[in-house]
């Protein structure tokens, strides 16, 4: 669901071609987000390091610090990348005290303090490691415990209270804390909601898309008609459900069209309008998902430590088992750390066709 999402996922694992890039311009949106190595000097260094440009071919990239150690760099005495890490751990643990105290006001003075760090230095550092804002961070920890208590039976006052928004303004008034559907109609299993949905014959078996009128919110692979309707159903038991007449639903029928066409090896991944309806994580994770290019692919730990969570490589690989919408959020481009395919809630045989499918375009297209 689209309430207690981040307004965008920041953090990507940078390509090569742009960590390379990237030191060349001393770029800062990349501090932090990288560290590189120079063979000649064996030190290693943040993006913005202000020392003279090494050779192209004497660079090694690093996603944490850690790694550049282990591989025996030692740090820059210029740039600090180890007092760059404390300050990634620091926003880490003001991630864990908003976590504990999401229900109080949290000022970014507050929080600065709390941090060690001015509250200039924190907004940057946490938005970096985190892709929001502290505020965007506690909006999102407010909306995963109203959405818990809404479930949980609690009426819609009582959730918002206790969530700590303080007042109903608050979460009805704000569109990034839109629920995708009112509190009282998300409390009741979706009651009232009307979702049009289509099933097609693919490239690779049924595919059932399912959309609200704010995006797909529904796309999987089944067997047949009947057991794909089956799982639309247990999703939004007390929604209405409607097949989509080109009448009613041209939209649905055009996407699910494009899809098909792109499935088949003749066109891209149709760019569509999402509904994602899943707890404040699970979307971070599925965002940072949409921003892996076409053709790569990334492990769980990659997620991980691109959302800023290195450890949560676990709940990483959780949050895409219950991804609703296949190939649209491409779940399929992440491996097990090892390199295999892992696993695929529509067979490790449509994995392995969709990730064929990217390589073989964007060959073609390069």
């Keep these: 669901m689209n309430t207690a999402r981040p307004e965008q996922t920041q953090l990507t694992i940078p390509s090569q071609a742009q960590m390379a890039q990237a030191v060349a311009d001393r770029d800062p949106a990349y501090d932090g987000r990288f560290f590189y190595g120079v063979v000649t000097t064996g030190v290693v260094c943040r993006p913005v390091c202000p020392s003279r440009r090494a050779r192209p071919e004497n660079l090694r990239f690093f996603l944490t610090l850690d ?9 820059c005495k210029r740039c600090r990348p180890d007092r760059a890490t404390h300050e990634a751990e620091r926003v880490s643990r003001i991630a864990r005290h908003i976590e504990q105290h999401a229900d109080e006001r949290l000022s970014l003075a507050t929080l600065a303090a709390v941090a060690g760090l001015s509250p200039g230095r924190l907004q940057k550092t946490f938005k970096t490691a985190f892709g929001v804002s ?29 969530a700590g928004f303080g007042s109903t303004s608050r979460i009805y008034g704000h569109p990034a804390r839109n629920l995708g559907m009112t509190p009282a109609v998300y409390r009741s299993g979706g009651d009232g909601e009307r ?74 991944r149709p760019d569509l309008p999402l509904d994602l309806r899943g707890t404040a994580f699970q979307v971070q994770v599925w965002r940072f998902l949409l921003s892996v290019t076409e053709g790569d692919v990334v492990s769980y730990g990659d997620v991980a430590r691109g959302i800023g969570k290195p450890r949560a490589v676990r709940a990483v690989a959780s949050a895409c088992g219950a991804n609703r919408v296949g190939i649209l959020v491409p779940c399929h481009r992440v491996l097990r750390g090892d390199g295999q395919l892992g696993g695929y809630r529509w067979g490790l045989d449509r994995k392995r066709s969709l990730i064929d499918l990217e390589r073989r375009r964007r060959k073609t297209s390069g």
């Design 67 to 75: 790694e550049a150690l282990q591989a025996g760099f030692r740090p």
């Design 134 to 162: 502290p505020r965007q961070y506690q909006d999102a920890v407010r909306l995963d415990r109203f959405k818990a208590d809404l479930k949980a039976g609690e009426d819609v006052t009582g959730a918002i209270f206790a």
């Design 195 to 268: 979702i049009h949905y289509a099933c097609r014959k693919t490239a690779l078996g049924p595919l059932l898309m399912a959309a609200t009128g704010r995006g797909v919110c529904f796309a999987q692979f089944g067997d047949d008609q009947n057991s794909l309707l089956e799982q639309l159903h247990d999703e939004f038991p007390k929604a209405e459900l409607t097949a989509s007449p080109a009448s009613e639903g041209p939209e649905l029928d055009a996407w699910i069209d494009a899809l098909d066409h792109h499935l088949s090896g003749h066109g891209p």
